[in-house]
């Protein structure tokens, strides 16, 4: 999977306060044809709508982060790419399901890359159809002890009936509410949809409401 940064990506994020979506996507065997594909399409759908919420809040740097996991883990990119110029390629299933390696994985990200006091959490979706074939737990567990993996806004997506639905429970931010749940292609596309139009349209909200604080807090100081 490529994800392609146009030339000039930092210049342009530059002043901008960064929020980061991370996709972490279940790429087993069990994942193979429809369900690949539906995940596939939904994505390249719901991309226009975030691309349409950066658009209203320019003064936020929107970065898209892919991280598959199957048998082992590995990000699409090395770094998150603006939601500006980023690039959906198709993703292919096959193999186990080693989502703990994914919530350990990112949690290294997010230890060794650390979270300002002040910075935006980032947005979390979790998308699987089964039960992890590694200890999914203990990495959760890892996940949530970086201060980005608990301050984060987590969704879970569960597609089919056979998803592990307390893990994905757990791994939600609000575990009071179920995970969404999805059947069929026109489901995974509005269950998409959802997320970019409520938590992902929030947290740009909110992201933006944190920056015009920052700046008014910068003008009453000019004013001592």
């Known amino acids: 999977m490529t994800q392609i940064s146009g030339s000039g990506g930092e210049e342009r994020d530059a002043g901008r306060r960064p929020l980061d979506v991370v996709f972490v996507v279940d790429c087993s065997g069990s994942m193979a044809g429809e369900r690949i594909g539906a995940l596939n399409w939904a994505m ?3 991309l226009p709508a975030i691309r349409a919420h950066a658009e209203e809040h320019p003064e936020i740097a929107i970065r898209i982060r892919v991280l598959r996991f199957a048998t082992g ?67 959760l567990e890892a996940l949530l002890a970086t201060d980005a993996g608990r301050r984060a806004t987590r969704i879970p997506i569960a597609i089919g009936q056979d998803a592990d639905m307390a893990l994905l429970r757990s791994f939600s931010s609000d575990p009071s509410l179920p995970p969404l749940r999805s059947h069929d292609v026109e489901m995974l596309v509005g269950r998409m949809r959802r997320v970019a139009d409520g938590p992902i349209a929030a947290a740009v909200s909110g992201t933006a409401a944190m920056a015009a604080a920052a700046a008014k807090a910068g003008e009453d100081e000019d004013l001592w």
Do not use: C, H, Y
């Open 73 to 139: 883990a590995l990000f699409g990119a090395p770094a998150p790419q603006p939601i500006e110029t980023f690039v959906w390629d198709n993703l292919t299933a096959g193999g186990e399901s080693d989502m703990g390696a994914a919530f350990r994985l990112l949690a290294a990200d997010f230890a060794a890359s650390g979270l300002a006091a002040d910075a935006t959490p980032p947005v979390i979706v979790l998308v699987s159809d089964g039960f992890p074939s590694d200890d999914a737990e203990a990495g």
């Open 44 to 46: 390249k759908t719901v």
